[in-house]
Protein backbone atom coordinates (compact mmCIF):
# COMPACT_ATOMS: atom_id res chain seq x y z
CA UNK A 1 0.00 0.00 0.00
CA UNK A 2 1.71 3.49 -0.98
CA UNK A 3 1.91 6.25 1.41
CA UNK A 4 -1.34 8.34 -0.26
CA UNK A 5 -3.56 5.10 0.47
CA UNK A 6 -2.09 4.78 4.45
CA UNK A 7 -3.06 8.44 4.30
CA UNK A 8 -6.51 7.62 3.17
CA UNK A 9 -6.96 4.45 5.33
CA UNK A 10 -6.06 6.35 8.47
CA UNK A 11 -8.45 9.40 7.82
CA UNK A 12 -11.44 7.04 7.29
CA UNK A 13 -10.60 5.39 10.56
CA UNK A 14 -10.12 9.03 12.25
CA UNK A 15 -13.80 9.71 10.95
CA UNK A 16 -15.68 6.65 11.61
CA UNK A 17 -13.62 6.89 15.42
CA UNK A 18 -15.10 10.75 15.66
CA UNK A 19 -18.50 9.81 14.39
CA UNK A 20 -19.04 7.64 17.43
CA UNK A 21 -18.22 10.30 19.44
CA UNK A 22 -21.01 12.72 18.65
CA UNK A 23 -19.10 14.76 15.42
CA UNK A 24 -20.57 15.41 12.16
CA UNK A 25 -18.18 15.08 8.93
CA UNK A 26 -18.68 17.58 6.57
CA UNK A 27 -15.37 17.25 4.39
CA UNK A 28 -11.98 16.26 4.19
CA UNK A 29 -8.55 17.13 2.79
CA UNK A 30 -9.28 21.12 2.42
CA UNK A 31 -6.23 22.00 0.60
CA UNK A 32 -4.58 25.37 0.06
CA UNK A 33 -1.22 26.23 -1.10
CA UNK A 34 0.33 26.78 2.63
CA UNK A 35 -1.92 23.65 4.12
CA UNK A 36 -4.51 21.31 3.99
CA UNK A 37 -6.58 20.21 7.00
CA UNK A 38 -7.43 16.32 6.72
CA UNK A 39 -10.98 15.96 8.08
CA UNK A 40 -13.92 18.66 8.96
CA UNK A 41 -15.75 17.34 11.58
CA UNK A 42 -18.56 19.86 13.45
CA UNK A 43 -19.96 19.06 16.92
CA UNK A 44 -23.10 20.14 17.01
CA UNK A 45 -23.79 20.10 20.56
CA UNK A 46 -21.22 23.35 21.09
CA UNK A 47 -21.93 24.77 17.54
CA UNK A 48 -18.14 24.47 17.09
CA UNK A 49 -16.01 23.36 13.72
CA UNK A 50 -13.60 20.65 14.64
CA UNK A 51 -10.84 20.98 12.13
CA UNK A 52 -8.57 18.07 12.63
CA UNK A 53 -5.20 16.53 11.50
CA UNK A 54 -4.37 13.12 11.21
CA UNK A 55 -1.12 11.29 11.99
CA UNK A 56 -0.34 7.56 10.76
CA UNK A 57 2.73 5.67 12.11
CA UNK A 58 2.95 1.62 11.40
CA UNK A 59 5.06 0.97 14.34
CA UNK A 60 5.94 3.09 17.84
CA UNK A 61 9.27 2.79 17.21
CA UNK A 62 10.17 6.79 16.68
CA UNK A 63 7.53 7.54 18.85
CA UNK A 64 3.65 8.39 19.13
CA UNK A 65 2.72 9.92 15.80
CA UNK A 66 1.67 13.18 16.94
CA UNK A 67 5.33 14.06 17.55
CA UNK A 68 5.70 14.56 14.18
CA UNK A 69 2.91 17.79 14.01
CA UNK A 70 6.09 20.20 14.54
CA UNK A 71 5.86 24.15 14.96
CA UNK A 72 6.34 24.29 11.18
CA UNK A 73 3.28 21.74 10.84
CA UNK A 74 0.98 23.50 13.13
CA UNK A 75 1.41 26.96 11.38
CA UNK A 76 0.43 25.37 7.98
CA UNK A 77 -2.49 23.99 9.74
CA UNK A 78 -3.19 27.68 11.37
CA UNK A 79 -3.41 28.87 7.97
CA UNK A 80 -5.28 26.64 6.44
CA UNK A 81 -7.84 26.99 8.99
CA UNK A 82 -8.22 30.24 9.16
CA UNK A 83 -8.79 30.21 5.26
CA UNK A 84 -11.36 27.46 5.82
CA UNK A 85 -12.91 29.46 8.68
CA UNK A 86 -13.65 32.57 6.78
CA UNK A 87 -15.30 31.16 4.04
CA UNK A 88 -17.62 28.44 5.90
CA UNK A 89 -17.99 29.98 9.29
CA UNK A 90 -20.31 31.99 11.43
CA UNK A 91 -18.75 34.79 13.37
CA UNK A 92 -20.93 33.81 16.44
CA UNK A 93 -18.85 29.81 15.83
CA UNK A 94 -16.03 28.53 17.48
CA UNK A 95 -13.18 26.10 16.35
CA UNK A 96 -10.73 24.16 17.22
CA UNK A 97 -7.92 21.86 15.85
CA UNK A 98 -7.21 18.82 17.07
CA UNK A 99 -4.85 16.09 16.17
CA UNK A 100 -5.60 12.18 16.05
CA UNK A 101 -2.37 10.11 16.31
CA UNK A 102 -3.37 6.63 15.23
CA UNK A 103 -0.40 3.55 15.06
CA UNK A 104 -1.27 -0.53 14.64
CA UNK A 105 -1.74 -2.36 18.22
CA UNK A 106 1.57 -3.57 19.25
CA UNK A 107 1.02 -6.68 21.10
CA UNK A 108 4.11 -6.21 23.07
CA UNK A 109 3.51 -2.76 23.83
CA UNK A 110 2.94 -2.38 27.84
CA UNK A 111 1.31 0.98 27.96
CA UNK A 112 -2.83 -0.46 28.95
CA UNK A 113 -2.32 2.07 31.90
CA UNK A 114 -2.99 5.00 29.71
CA UNK A 115 -5.78 3.56 27.36
CA UNK A 116 -9.23 4.58 28.26
CA UNK A 117 -8.18 7.83 30.06
CA UNK A 118 -9.04 11.28 29.28
CA UNK A 119 -6.16 13.70 30.52
CA UNK A 120 -5.51 17.45 29.65
CA UNK A 121 -7.46 17.00 26.51
CA UNK A 122 -6.05 13.85 25.36
CA UNK A 123 -7.74 10.91 24.80
CA UNK A 124 -6.24 7.19 24.35
CA UNK A 125 -8.01 4.28 23.55
CA UNK A 126 -8.08 1.22 20.97
CA UNK A 127 -10.73 1.19 18.12
CA UNK A 128 -10.40 -0.94 15.36
CA UNK A 129 -7.17 -2.83 16.02
CA UNK A 130 -5.32 0.96 16.45
CA UNK A 131 -3.87 2.79 19.21
CA UNK A 132 -5.93 6.19 18.58
CA UNK A 133 -4.78 9.54 20.79
CA UNK A 134 -7.19 12.28 20.32
CA UNK A 135 -5.83 15.76 21.37
CA UNK A 136 -8.39 17.78 21.79
CA UNK A 137 -7.64 21.19 20.72
CA UNK A 138 -3.94 20.89 20.36
CA UNK A 139 -3.21 23.61 18.28
CA UNK A 140 -3.69 26.82 19.78
CA UNK A 141 -5.23 29.65 16.83
Request: charge should be negative.
Amino acid sequence: MNTIAIGQTAEQLACRYLLTQGLRHIGQNFNRRIGEIDLIMFDDKADSWVLVEVRYRKNSRYGNPVVSVDSNKQRKLKVAARAFLQQHAHPQQSARIDVIALSPLDPDANDEMERGLALYGRVSTEFEDHALDWFINAIDG
